[in-house]
């Protein structure tokens, strides 16, 4: 499909979110996904509803601004070369397709607004109060993965090195995998801010010793 097919395609799927309210948008990977964004912005636009472009870097982002904000829907929109990928989940984060609304067009036109520091009002939300010490992490995943990681108390660097957890999500920020002293798990959570969270508040995400390593715990007094 080329690029004109495609902005009708996208502006004819901001015309059918429109009329369920206000729709969190964003985009990355390059121009074409920006310009795709703003034409579903267009469409959500002129059907009445209100556009909130955002400047976070991944669809899990965009799912967080939605359920904070209690918007119906969020639409996140992934460049690959000449290839996108589309998110468009509602309000709990769940994939869906929007039915198309038969009537009068809506009385007004709706608004844009631009949503600024979005992955670092997601990773603020998700850490709260919770700081732990957790050490040295090594991060691969989205910004907001480091910033989360950075408020709980790790020191994150940018390679492996000994002793250094390793915190991988995914691309969008859905799921998270943690390598950590020879084990691995994946922290449950509606994304990977929410798993990283959880596994720090576990209390063998710093333990005092491990099972096998030679030491002994103290006697009991």
Known sequence: MDRVELGREYYELGLALGPLGTVAIGSGGGPLARALARAAGCGVALAGGEARFHDGGCAACGAWLAEYYGFPASLFIRQEGARVERFLLNGQGKRFTPAVVEGPAAPSTGEWDLLAGADCAW?????????????????????????????????????????????QADREGFSLRVEEGGGVCAPP??????????????????????PGDGLTPPPEV
């Open 123 to 167: 990773a603020a939300n998700r850490a709260g109060e919770c700081r732990t010490g957790g050490g040295l992490a090594w991060v691969q995943g989205p910004a907001a993965l480091t910033l989360v990681l950075e408020r709980l108390g790790y020191e994150v660097v940018d390679r492996p090195l000994p002793g250094a957890a390793r915190f």
């Open 189 to 210: 959570g509606c994304d990977a801010l929410a798993g990283a969270v959880g596994f720090a508040r576990q209390p063998q995400a710093v333990p005092a010793f491990r």
